[in-house]
């Protein structure tokens, strides 16, 4: 059995550090806002290349927080992608804004710059770029749009932990950028956790008050704030993490290297990369127009495969209240219903990786 993921074998391999992490924390004392947070974001803004890293609860809260500490609310549109995990959307409702989608470019999956100015209006106020799967979006063409409109970018970096683009690090790429630490990310936690990045000074004073009861000063509040902290834990266990993660990325270029070997035609959609994106590979995502016979045959080889995702946000019922109709983003549509995601991780072995591909060959050769 080749399974889908595995979350415990990266923790297997760090067992003692981990657990050293853990009685660190334990016999501190400290359990919220202290060194092993600071720690962390001073450890993980480097890592992405930034001056600022502020530690919150998880990744939707990260987005959200983003964009309340740019003063986005009621009134207010934000352009995110109609092919994204729902998280994206969910950080502009809360505000109060409205979620704006626009389609992706079918060969990479993520945001078609091309398709973006059609839908800018005066109300018009961010834009949110998702590297989906860990592919980084095309951040030049999107800055450049948003420059030329005052809008501020916000990235989804919830899946592209350590991925580049054109060099830099995803994190370091538009005006501030959202993270989650989520167990089945690039960089887990072992429960929830996220962070938010950027240089900008201003907006990381606001998001460390927002996180924190809008205080600075203990009972002393400054703003409406949220308690979204980052929890001593997990930032030490995630500092444990964070050494391994150019290896662990590494490791699944591997795996993606040898699932590229697969015969790629119009039956069998393989991921593209343009030259300057060097992906994660948070997610290895096939695409067959007879998923469901493909997602059977795997599992009767004992392989293990998701979708993502079933149904785009604008369909799920949550926003039905938005009234977008079935084939109103169609790209976004025949996505969801063809995708699906390979097993893929840092201890996937390259031997189940030809594994698959062995199946995936025999099922495009099966004439399905
Ligand atoms: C996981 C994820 C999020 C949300 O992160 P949580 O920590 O689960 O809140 C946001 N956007 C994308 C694209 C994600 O994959």
Redesign the pocket.
């Known amino acids: 059995m080749i399974p889908f993921l595995d979350l415990k074998a990266p923790h297997a391999e760090l067992r003692d550090e981990l657990r050293a992490a853990y009685e660190r924390v334990l016999d501190s004392g400290w359990y919220v806002l202290g060194g092993e947070v600071e720690g962390f974001e001073r450890e993980f803004a480097a890592y992405c290349g930034v001056a600022h890293c502020i530690g919150v609860g998880?990744?939707?809260?990260a987005?959200h927080l983003i964009l309340r500490a740019y003063g986005i609310g009621a009134g207010d549109e934000v352009i995110v992608p109609s092919n994204?995990?729902i998280?994206?959307w969910l950080a502009v409702s809360h505000t109060g804004a409205v979620p704006v989608p626009v389609e992706p470019d079918e060969r990479t999956y993520n945001i078609d710059p091309a398709r973006i100015e059609a839908v800018i209006t005066a109300r018009t106020r961010a834009i949110i770029a998702?590297h989906?799967y860990g592919q980084p979006a095309d951040m030049d063409a999107i800055n450049a749009i948003a420059g030329k409109h005052r809008l501020k970018v916000v990235e989804?970096a919830?899946?592209s932990h350590g991925a580049l683009y054109k060099g830099r690090r995803a994190g370091s790429l538009g005006d501030a950028a959202?993270f989650?630490?989520?167990p089945g990310?690039n960089l887990g936690a072992i429960g929830?956790?996220?962070a938010v990045t950027t240089d900008d000074e201003a907006l990381a004073e606001k998001i460390r008050l927002l996180r924190n009861y809008g205080s600075r000063i203990k009972y002393e509040h400054e703003v409406p704030g949220f308690n979204s902290r980052l929890d001593e834990l997990q930032a030490a266990i995630l500092r444990v993490k964070l050494k391994r993660l150019d290896e662990w990325n590494d490791r699944r270029r591997e795996v993606a290297a040898e699932y590229l070997r697969a015969p790629g035609d119009a039956r069998l959609g393989l991921p593209y990369s343009p030259d300057w994106a060097s992906p994660a590979w948070h997610l290895f995502v096939v695409r067959a127009r007879h998923r469901d016979a493909l997602q059977n045959w795997l599992s009767e080889q004992g392989i293990g495969t998701m979708i993502h995702y079933p149904v785009p946000p604008h369909l799920q019922p949550a926003y039905a209240s938005m009234n977008i109709a079935a084939g109103a983003l169609p790209i976004a549509e025949a996505i969801h219903r063809e995708v699906l995601s390979l097993p893929m991780g840092p201890h996937l072995e390259l031997e189940d990786a030809r594994r698959v591909v062995a199946a995936l060959r025999h099922f495009a050769t099966s004439g399905r």
């Open positions: 998880n990744g939707l809260d987005l994204t995990y998280a994206t998702v989906l989804d919830a899946q959202g989650s630490f989520y990310k929830d956790g996220g």
